[in-house]
């Protein structure tokens, strides 16, 4: 399994941006479908965004599609959020997930089989 570490998070006003990044360990990171979740408190966790092992297919959930941007690089071991007009319900704690290999982008948490320890983003009003 491939190991995943999030940082970027903290807090913003209604509007503003956060990159969040999540760091992989390993050298098979590249063929690893990846994806955001966030769980708000006393919330269950919800699929964010999601992108393939190749890159070229992304798949996001409703209320962030226009906002949102999940991108990896491949290079670096390492998937980005880039939340951009961000408004108080995103506030939750953010997870990176590593899925199935050679897998397409999935927003089902079954396939994924790795996450990291979440970075907090809290947006005010």
């Known amino acids: 399994q491939v190991q995943l570490v999030e940082s970027g998070g903290g807090l913003v006003q209604a509007g503003g941006s956060l990159r969040l990044s999540c760091a992989a360990s390993?050298?098979?990171?590249?063929?690893?479908?990846m994806g955001w979740f966030r769980q708000a408190p006393g919330k269950e966790r919800e699929f964010v965004a999601a992108?393939?092992?190749?890159?070229?297919?992304?798949t996001y959930t409703d209320s962030v599609k226009g906002r949102f941007t999940i991108s990896r690089a491949n290079a670096k071991n390492t998937v980005y959020l880039q939340m951009n007009s961000l408004k108080p319900e995103d506030t939750a704690v953010y997870y990176c997930?590593?899925?199935?290999?050679?897998?397409?982008?999935?927003?089902?948490?079954?396939?994924?089989?790795?996450w990291g320890q979440g970075t907090q983003v809290t947006v005010s009003s």
């Open positions: 992108i393939s092992w190749t890159g070229d297919s992304t």
């Open positions: 997930g590593a899925a199935a290999p050679f897998g397409s982008a999935t927003m089902d948490a079954r396939d994924f089989g790795s």
């Open positions: 390993g050298r098979t990171f590249s063929s690893y479908a």
